[in-house]
C-alpha cells in the first residue's frame, strides 16, 4: 500500500484548522471568516439580482419580524429578503443574510414554524458550516490531487483508485458530514427560536407538513444531504425538552413575540 506524500504547508495547514462548534463537535475549518462572509455577501447580491424579490408587503412584515425576534439572540446587523419564489426554501449565508421565499411562507401556519426554519437557516451560520463544507472539499480535493499524482492515473489500476476514491469521497466524507450540519443546525435553531420566545414544538409540526408537502417522497437519507424528514423529527423531539426550558426562561423575560401573517 503505498502511503501519499502530504506537503509540509498543507500538512501544517490541516493540523492547524481544528475548530469546536456551538454543540462542542470539533470541526475541520480553516479558511478566514472575512473570506467566507465575502463569498456570503456576492452570492446574496447576485440572487438579489437573478431572483425577483417579493413586494408582498404582509410577508415581508412577518418575516422579518420572526427574523428580527431570532438573530436578536445571537446579535449582529442581518439583512432579509423575501423572494418571490413558489418553492419550500428559506436559507442564511455568512455575512449575516437571510433570504425565505414565498413558498416557505404560505406553506406554514404561523410564526412558530417559519421561526423554526429561520433558527435553523441561522444555525448553519453560526456553526460556520459554509466554513467547514469549504474546508472540507479543499481536502478532498488537495487528496485527489495526490493520489493521481502518485497512483499513476493513465492506469487501468490508478483510474480504478481515482474512482473508488471519488465516491468515497462523495458518500464516505461530505455527504455524511452535511446531514451532521442538518442535524446540528436543527439543535441550534430549536434552541435559538425557543430563546427568543417562539413555541419549538411546533418545529416538529413543521416537518410533518413539509412531509406531507412532498407527497412523502423523498431521496434515501444514505443518499441525501438531509436526514430523512422521520430521523429530523425524532432528533427534535429528543431535544425538545430542552428547548422547552429555554422558551420558559425567554417568556419570564417578556418574550413573546407576534408576528402576524
Not at 418575516?63 to 423572494?83: D, P
Not at 493520489?147 to 458518500?171: F, W
Request: glycine letters at 8%.
Amino acid at each position: 500500500m503505498f502511503k501519499p506524500f502530504i506537503p509540509i504547508p498543507v500538512s501544517a495547514c490541516l493540523l492547524a484548522a481544528c475548530a469546536t462548534s456551538p454543540t462542542g463537535r470539533t470541526q475541520f475549518v480553516f479558511m478566514p471568516d472575512t473570506q467566507v462572509n465575502q463569498m456570503g455577501l456576492n452570492a446574496f447580491d447576485s440572487l438579489k439580482k437573478q431572483k425577483p424579490v417579493s413586494t408582498h408587503s404582509r410577508y415581508k412584515q412577518f418575516v422579518n419580524c420572526i427574523a428580527e425576534a431570532v438573530t436578536h439572540e445571537v446579535g449582529g446587523q442581518w439583512e432579509v429578503v423575501v423572494f418571490e419564489d413558489k418553492t419550500l426554501n428559506a436559507f442564511a449565508l455568512p455575512g449575516n443574510k437571510i433570504g425565505v421565499h414565498t413558498g416557505m411562507v404560505e406553506l406554514v401556519d404561523n410564526q412558530d414554524q417559519l421561526a423554526a426554519v429561520i433558527g435553523h437557516e441561522v444555525g448553519h451560520v453560526l456553526a460556520k458550516h459554509s466554513n467547514e463544507r469549504l474546508s472540507q472539499e479543499f481536502a478532498v480535493s488537495q487528496g485527489l490531487g495526490l493520489i493521481q499524482a502518485v497512483a499513476a492515473p493513465q492506469t487501468a489500476l490508478g483510474q480504478t483508485a481515482i474512482g473508488l476514491l471519488g465516491i468515497g469521497a462523495q458518500y464516505g466524507v461530505i455527504l455524511p458530514y452535511s446531514r451532521l450540519h442538518e442535524s446540528e443546525a436543527d439543535s441550534i435553531g430549536l434552541d435559538l427560536m425557543a430563546k427568543a420566545g417562539f413555541d419549538p414544538a411546533q418545529s416538529i409540526t413543521l416537518w410533518q407538513k413539509m412531509n406531507q408537502a412532498g407527497g412523502g417522497q423523498q431521496p434515501a437519507e444514505f443518499m441525501s444531504t438531509h436526514p430523512s424528514h422521520g430521523t429530523r423529527i425524532q432528533e427534535l423531539q429528543q431535544h425538545l425538552p430542552q428547548a422547552l426550558q429555554y422558551r420558559q426562561q425567554a417568556q419570564a423575560l417578556g418574550k413573546q413575540p407576534h408576528c402576524s401573517k
